[in-house]
C-alpha cells in the first residue's frame, strides 16, 4: 500500500467508560487536543472502565462506583449518612475534600524505572475522566522496511553464486500520553458524580495509579516493538547473515538467486514461507499488515479484556464546599508479555 494511501489509526485509550470501537467517531480524535491532525480511519478505545466482573471484590458501600477487589484498603468514601470512613469503618476527617481545587498545578509524572518507555509523557487527554491515556500508531509513520538487493557472482569452476547486499532499515518510536499524578487539588472536570450531581467534581489520581496508567501504555508500545521486532528486524538480520555468509551457487544464475532465498527464508523460520514471494522479487521487505495486526492485537487482548480497565471510585464529599472526588484506583496490571499477545501465530 502506497503511503499516501495509509490512513492514521489512532491506538488504545485506557479509559473509564466502556466504549465500542464500532461506536468511536472522528469526533472522538478530534477531541484530542494536541494530537495527531491527519483524521484517523480507526480511533479505538482501550475503554474497559466500570467493568462488568470486576466488582465482585470491592467493598460493597452503598456510595462506592463498585470496587475491584482490595483497591479500598487505603482510601476514605462516603457513607449514607455523610460521614467519611476508611476500609474498617473507622470515622475519619474530611479535609480533603475542603482543598479540591486549590493549590499548584498538578505535578509531572515521572517515567517508572528501568525498561519503562521514555515516550510515554504527562499529558490530560481531552476526554479525561473517560479516558485516561492513549497510544499512538500510524501506518504512515512506519520507518523503511529492510531491502533486499542481490548481487551474483561466478566461482573458479564457472559455478553461479548469488548473495545478499547488507541492508540496514529504521526503528519506529511509538509515542504516547498518562495523566499525571494529582492527590492534592485534584483534576477539574465536567462530569458529575452520580451520588452527588450537584456537586462540582474532582478527580483524584495517586502515584500508584499515575504509573500503572503509564505501565499500561507501555504495554501497548512495547506489543508495537513486538511486531517490529519478529517481523523487520527479523528479516534485515537474515538478509544480512546471509550476506556474512559464502555465496549460496547454482548452475545458473536463476538457481544461484533460488538458493540465495531459500538460505534467507531459512532463517526466518514460519516467518520464511509468508515473505518468500517479497523476497524473490527483492526490494523493500515492507509488512505493514502485520504491524496492522500487532496493534489490533495489542488492542483486543489488553483492552479488549479489560485489563487496562480503572473504573472510577467515590472517594470523598463534603456538604459545606459542594465538592466530590472521585480516585482512580491503585489497580495492579496484568503482566501478559508482549509475545504472548504478538507474534507469527497472531499477526500473519
Known amino acids: 500500500m502506497a503511503k499516501a494511501q495509509r490512513q492514521q489509526r489512532q491506538v488504545e485509550q485506557e479509559s473509564a467508560t466502556k466504549q465500542p470501537a464500532t461506536e468511536v467517531s472522528e469526533s472522538n480524535s478530534d477531541a484530542a487536543g494536541a494530537l495527531p491532525s491527519a483524521a484517523p480511519e480507526h480511533s479505538l478505545l482501550s475503554a ?27 482510601f476514605t468514601h462516603v457513607n449514607a449518612d455523610g460521614t467519611v470512613t476508611n476500609q474498617v469503618g473507622e470515622q475519619v476527617a474530611d479535609d480533603a475534600a475542603h482543598e479540591l481545587g486549590t493549590g499548584e498545578s498538578p505535578p509531572s509524572f515521572e517515567a517508572p524505572g ?6 510515554v509523557s504527562v499529558g490530560r487527554h481531552q476526554g479525561f ?6 497510544t499512538y500508531y500510524s501506518e504512515a509513520a512506519l520507518p523503511s522496511f529492510p531491502r533486499l538487493s542481490f548481487e551474483f557472482g561466478r566461482t573458479l569452476t564457472l559455478d553461479h553464486t548469488c548473495t545478499s547486499k547488507p541492508t540496514t532499515w ?17 483534576y477539574s472536570v465536567t462530569t458529575s458524580q452520580k451520588d452527588y450531581p450537584s456537586y462540582q467534581h ?26 517490529w521486532n519478529i517481523t523487520a528486524n527479523q528479516i534485515g538480520d537474515a538478509i544480512n547473515a546471509v550476506a556474512a555468509g559464502d555465496a ?29 514471494d517479497k523476497l524473490i522479487s527483492g526490494g523493500e521487505i515492507a ?7 500487532a496493534f489490533t ?23 459545606d464546599t459542594q465538592k466530590v472526588a472521585s480516585i482512580v484506583p491503585d489497580k495492579a496490571l496484568d503482566q501478559t508479555p508482549s509475545s504472548a499477545i504478538v507474534n507469527h501465530g497472531t499477526i500473519l
Do not use: W
Open 297 to 319: 492485537q495489542s488492542k483486543s487482548q489488553r483492552d479488549g479484556k479489560g485489563t487496562h480497565s480503572f473504573p472510577l471510585e467515590l472517594y470523598t464529599a463534603h456538604a
Open 129 to 134: 475522566p473517560a479516558i485516561y491515556g492513549q
Open 202 to 227: 474532582f478527580v483524584l489520581v495517586s502515584g500508584g495509579a499515575a504509573t500503572n496508567i503509564a505501565m499500561a501504555e507501555e504495554q501497548h508500545i512495547q506489543d508495537l516493538n513486538e511486531g
Open 114 to 119: 528501568a525498561g519503562s518507555a521514555e515516550a
Open 170 to 186: 529504521g526503528e519506529p518510536s511509538f509515542s504516547a500520553i498518562a495523566i499525571g499524578e494529582n492527590m492534592g487539588e485534584g
Open 248 to 276: 549460496p551457487e547454482g548452475d545458473t544464475m536463476g538457481e544461484a538467486k533460488t538458493a540465495c532465498v531459500d538460505a534467507i527464508a531459512g532463517q526466518l523460520g514460519g516467518l520464511g514461507s509468508q515473505v518468500r
Open 48 to 74: 474497559v472502565p466500570g467493568g462488568e466482573g470486576l466488582h465482585a471484590g470491592g467493598c460493597g458501600c452503598a456510595n462506592c462506583l463498585g470496587g475491584v477487589g482490595g483497591v479500598h484498603a487505603s
Open 287 to 293: 509488512l505493514p499488515g502485520a504491524m496492522n495486526q
